[in-house]
């Protein structure tokens, strides 16, 4: 896809997206989000903060057990670890509350923050190692031929020609993240969960759209700005070729 047809398939995003806006309003589901806006913000901020945290903890614990499980001494251990890390989108995302709730036998920000972590492991460590292990062989003998050493192989050719993989695994991983801190709210971990649900309770249309809406607007944003982070880390050719 060439950036001219990236650029008309966000146009047409954006359009779509600013037509369901004013359907909403014309419904008058937006009614609780314009009337307490403040209410909607605090809850946005302790989504973004859950997200932000637990995003960062999966990305660096994903980055260092994919690279670790992709080097020779420990690859036999890729199966076993990557098993492992699955069960955190195997075990469904409420039943993962209620153990972690079991085991650390408290509500609040810490239950919540484990969990989205588990949850977001997977495509980052499953990514990174697959994608290290994709590397061209030849590009690996090419530097060990000129003196490098292992870690300079590393960081010089195989994280590199790595990136479009592992990139994606982040991408795919952080909004995944965005949608599953919903459900933080039911174990005491707040977030926009805490509308969606009180409009399902009530059945109060308008309560649920202002929290489904800014969680929708969150995973589109998150995944856009790595799109666009994408586009200036990763190099043209490794991204032609993912």
Known sequence: MNRRTDR???WAGAAVAVLLLWAAYAAGLLGYLLTEPGEVLRLLGQHVVLVLTSGATAVTLGLGLGIAISRAPLRRLAYPVIAGVSLGQTVPS?????????LVRTIGFFPAYLALTLVTLLPIVRNTYQGLLGVDRDILEAGRGM???ARQILWRLELPNALGAIFAGIRTALVINVGSAALAFLIGGGGLGDLIFSGIDTRRND???AGALPTVILALAVDWLLGRLERVVV????RADG
Request: charged share 5%.
């Open 147 to 149: 003196g490098m050493s």
């Open 235 to 238: 190099s043209r050719g490794i």
């Open 8 to 10: 008309l398939a966000a």
């Open 94 to 102: 409420l039943a993962l509350l209620a153990l972690i709730f079991a």
């Open 207 to 209: 309560i649920l759209i």
